[in-house]
């Protein structure tokens, strides 16, 4: 059965930083795109980033570019956001998704983890 | 990109009775070299992630009940509800994923029990 877990969310100030975790399992993580989205406190979806396999290819959102790196560790079958200069209007439940086939709907999605960014 | 608008943003229907969101693009999810629509549909219940009822607009995916059907082509599209039921209620998202690997959702469209 597969699994997405993220881990790595919580408080952080303005202009902090924060690495987002998503361990996966039950599936060849390795040969699958990935991806994060997020939803900020009773809003809509917002996908974020994007990262084939082998990371080869990588894409973000204009609310990410320059703050955000996404990246994988298939031998861990892990997937990471780093979060720079987080900003108020960050503050979101995070999710990794995986693409069915690469590029098309996101047919599982973790459970998420809440990042609030708060003085 | 691809801006998705939803209508309407909320929905109230008795039980049993139908229900109907509709998604519009503003420009085409239809890939002409496949003849496919780039499009999914999401439920949100309260508290957890999404889950995807169809994709290629039509597509119903695994355990999705058949009261359940996507429709539509090019840049309209309509998720229908046939008969209502208690535990339907939730948040719905249509997605494009024409403009891969960045896709876009709608605001999304609540549904609950009048």
């Known amino acids: 059965e597969v699994h997405l877990v993220e881990s790595g969310g919580g408080l952080v100030q303005p202009g902090g930083s924060l690495r987002l975790s998503c361990a996966a399992s039950?599936?060849?993580?390795?040969?699958?795109?990935m991806n994060w989205v997020r939803q900020a406190p009773g809003k809509g979806l917002e996908w974020l980033s994007y990262?084939?396999?082998?990371?080869?290819?990588?894409y973000y959102a204009d609310s990410a570019k320059g703050r955000f790196t996404i990246s994988r560790d298939d031998a861990k079958n892990s997937l990471h956001l780093q979060m720079n200069s987080l900003r108020a209007e960050d503050t979101a439940v995070y999710y990794c998704?995986?693409?069915?086939?690469?590029?098309?709907?996101?047919?599982?999605w973790g459970q998420g983890t809440l990042v609030t960014v708060s003085s | 990109d691809i801006v998705m608008t939803q209508s309407p943003d909320s929905l109230a229907v008795p039980l049993g009775e139908r229900a109907t969101i509709n998604c519009k693009s503003s420009q085409s999810v239809l890939y002409s070299s496949n003849n496919k629509n780039y499009l999914a549909w999401y439920q949100q219940k309260p508290g957890q992630p999404p889950k995807v009822l169809f994709y290629w607009a039509s597509t119903r995916e695994s355990g999705v009940p058949d009261r359940f059907s996507g429709s539509g082509s090019g840049t309209d599209f309509t998720l229908t509800i046939s008969s209502l039921q208690a535990e339907d209620v939730a948040v719905y998202y249509c997605?494009?994923?024409?403009?891969?690997?960045?896709?876009?959702f709608g605001q999304g469209t609540k549904v609950e029990i009048k």
């Open positions: 039950g599936f060849t993580f390795s040969t699958y795109s």
């Open positions: 998704a995986r693409d069915r086939i690469r590029g098309v709907d996101f047919d599982y």
């Open positions: 997605q494009q994923y024409y403009s891969t690997p960045r896709r876009t």
């Open positions: 990262i084939s396999p082998s990371s080869s290819t990588i």
